[in-house]
């Protein structure tokens, strides 16, 4: 069984150590050949400030696919090793992997439309009805945190805090989508790079 993690986040005081690739080579090295997405300077809506490495190609249904024969395929020790990290009962952990089972398995059947966005292998897309953004996806692999944001304490039930716990063992659960118009330094994928100034529907390329 697969276990998603994500890279214990680091603190920086600034993206300066993070420059603008400014030739080809230097854009592709930031992405490893292409198969990453390299999102510097990122500013989410609640202030925080930080670099993302994404692993770009994956397509979403397979993702969910992963998950659901992962999930199914639980072992009693894995099921009591979530009971013990989360502190609840192994009978409500089964009783949660069946339910974002079904969830998942819904959300495989469903009709999820892009909403005119032409994606790319390098996991960039754009839409012609909005010429001013441009949107990244991806399997999240790294999150290098500039400026943190203190986050109010969650009062989640036990059920949702079981079906969280699993999801957190799947790659779906790292998986990201980002709409850019501005707020980030700059982004590089497929060799290109592209950052507020130069932000066009045709930046990325087809």
């Known amino acids: 069984m697969y276990v998603g993690s994500n890279d214990a986040p680091t603190n920086h005081g600034s993206t300066m150590n993070h420059p603008t690739p400014s030739s080809l080579a230097e854009a592709l090295a930031a992405t ?31 993702l969910l696919a992963r998950a659901i024969d ?5 072992t009693g020790a894995e099921i009591v090793e979530i009971a013990a990290t989360t502190g609840l009962s192994t009978d409500l952990i089964v009783e949660a992997a069946l339910a974002q089972i079904e969830s998942w398995q ?13 994606w790319t292998d390098a996991g960039v897309g754009t839409a012609e009805n909005v010429p001013s953004a441009i949107y990244v996806r991806g399997v999240a692999v790294h999150t290098e ?13 036990p059920k949702t805090i079981a079906k969280k716990a699993i999801r957190n063992r799947c790659e779906i659960s ?11 330094d700059y982004l590089a994928a497929g060799g290109r790079r592209v950052t507020p100034k130069t932000l066009t529907a045709s930046v990325m390329g087809g």
Do not use: E
């Not at 992962?70 to 639980?74: E, F």
């Open 174 to 184: 790292r998986w990201r989508t980002f709409r850019l118009t501005s707020g980030f």
């Open 106 to 118: 819904k959300s495989l059947q469903g009709d999820r439309r892009d909403s005119g966005i032409v």
């Open 70 to 74: 992962s999930t199914g395929s639980l």
């Open 145 to 157: 945190y500039v400026v943190t944001v203190a986050k109010k304490p969650v009062n989640s039930k």
């Open 32 to 62: 490893r050949g292409g198969q990453y997405a390299y999102l510097a300077g990122h500013v989410s809506k609640d202030g925080t400030v930080a670099n993302r490495l994404f692993q770009v190609g994956m397509k979403y249904d397979t």
